[in-house]
């Protein structure tokens, strides 16, 4: 069997591996795979494809991963959802105590409760929503 077509087995299988665990180290082995099989098709020899395999995965390592580090570990953009909710100003429709109540978010109507237990919101006030549990938006009225 020619080396050009090992090396492009190895790459496959490294590939559908990569498809399955989803971690790039192994997509980054590879497509280092890939690269050696090119050179290996062209006749280079063995101990030099090792040599190739060993520049182009370490290349990879070296590129990639500082990329795809930065784009797993940034922050959220944009949240969805009723965490969208949070931090929104809300409409008080009902008089809001620690137990029940009535707000109007963006145009929908919400229960809820007064996030310290001991306020009472009347009812036209502007509250900002602190969290959504459920399907009951905990608020604080804004000062």
Known sequence: ???????LIIAGVLGVAEFFTLTAALGILGGAAL???????IGLPA????????VAATAGVLL?????????????RQRFGVDALVGQPAYVTQEVTGFKGRVRIGGEEWTARAYDQTLVIPVGATVDVIEISGSTALIYPRE
């Open 1 to 7: 069997m020619d080396e050009w077509l090992i090396w």
């Open 64 to 76: 990639v991963r500082p990329v795809a580090r930065r784009h797993m570990r940034g922050p959220q």
């Open 47 to 54: 101990p030099f494809q090792l040599l190739v395999f060993a």
């Open 35 to 41: 690269i050696t099989a090119g050179f290996a098709a």
